[in-house]
């Protein structure tokens, strides 16, 4: 997701105008503690010191999964940052690229061919040379995992926006269904201490609400990250978590793609209504009102709909919020037994 210590080019009117409105729910004290430049300066220093840069690349995933299945193989690629490309793992059958793979070809019984064109360090505004070259392998799915570097460098979520929604519509155009897995919340990254915790949290859910918006107008589909590992990161940091404390492990991967892979299944017209409970928070929404929600409850999916034959309510573009159980995809990784893919020549 990248350098978290550029969470130190902080936007200082911006923090304690939230500060001011108590966006937090953390009242009035931390409030005052928020606004206090030097506190946040400190630990976005801290931050950086603890989490440490980016070093080997990670693994690529490219390749032919379920080669030996019948019928013509689904082209997927994946896009975005490091979350994307699988940074903090070192087999290639731990990479969420392939997680999904693997699990879209046990479920289609087809092949599936996927491309890597994921960039670690990447922001939104680097999703124009990946989208160009994944049109070029003529893709039916796309899964998108960017929004954590645009946070801590402070990119205004207006223009992180725009260039997402400007690679989905670009998939879209040439037919590609697009999954997006929208912005992490860096509020659950244990090494980035509160009061910029808080913030980091605020800062991510609001640009995970914008994403939702823009990609489903665009025609895409999103599953909220938010802090999908956030309690059993608590509970068990050295197994959800990588050596450096911020991109997740094997088994944090694992967890992601599992609540990725329904929605990619639906997408591409496969869904399956296995569904968990959100004590009432399903169903038909306003588009606005079912971002706020998915940002707030991990691993929920929202997608356009319709009500009455109408796109378009009084509250604008209507929205289903959908949580469906989480699929499985881990357990071959977590045993060892994940099926590698034939090369067929990709890098």
């Known amino acids: 997701m990248g350098d978290v210590g550029s969470v130190a080019r902080v936007d200082w009117p911006r ?26 300066l ?27 299945l019948p019928g ?31 699990g879209l070809s046990r479920r289609l019984h087809r092949p599936v061919r996927l491309c890597r064109f994921a960039v670690v360090g990447a922001l939104s505004a680097g999703l124009k040379p990946q989208v160009e070259s994944a049109l070029e392998v003529e893709p039916d799915i796309a899964v ?38 929208t ?44 802090d999908l590992l956030g309690p059993r990161f608590a509970a068990e940091p050295a197994r959800m978590f990588a050596w450096d404390r911020f991109h997740p492990s094997a088994e944090g991967y694992a967890v992601a793609a599992a609540a990725l892979l329904p929605t990619v299944l639906s997408a591409l017209g496969a869904g399956q209504e296995r569904r968990s409970s959100l004590a009432g928070r399903e169903g038909v929404r306003s ?7 998915a940002a707030r409850h991990a691993g929920t999916e929202v997608s356009a709909t319709q009500v009455r034959g109408r796109d378009r309510g009084p509250g604008g573009r209507w929205a289903q919020l959908r949580r ?16 590698s893919p034939t090369l067929e020549g990709l890098a």
Request: proline residues 7%; contains cysteine; aromatic residues 4%.
């Open 42 to 68: 400190g630990q976005a220093r801290q931050a950086r010191r603890t989490i440490p840069m980016a070093e080997a690349p990670p693994p690529r995933c490219d390749g032919v999964y379920g080669a030996k």
């Open 287 to 293: 588009l606005p009102e079912a971002a706020q929600e």
């Open 15 to 40: 923090a304690r105008r939230i500060a001011r409105l108590a966006a937090i729910g953390t009242g009035a004290t931390v409030a005052a503690t928020v606004a206090t430049g030097g506190v946040l």
């Open 72 to 102: 013509p193989p689904v082209t997927m690629v994946i896009l975005g940052d490091s979350s994307a490309a699988g940074y903090g793992v070192h087999r290639r059958r731990e990479t969420p690229g392939a997680l999904l793979a693997t």
């Open 144 to 181: 998108v995992l960017v929004g954590g570097n645009d946070v801590t460098n402070r990119t205004p979520p207006s223009v992180a926006v725009r260039y997402l929604v400007d690679a989905v519509r670009a998939l879209r155009a040439a037919g590609c269904e697009v999954v997006v897995g």
């Open 324 to 339: 469906r159980a989480f699929f499985g995809v881990g357990a071959a990784a977590q045993s060892g037994a994940a099926e």
């Open 183 to 226: 912005c992490p919340d860096l509020g659950a990254i244990r090494p980035i201490q509160p009061p910029l915790r808080w913030l980091a949290r605020r800062w991510s859910r609001q640009l995970a609400a914008a994403q939702t918006v823009a990609v489903v107008e665009a025609g895409g589909w999103t599953v909220s990250l938010g």
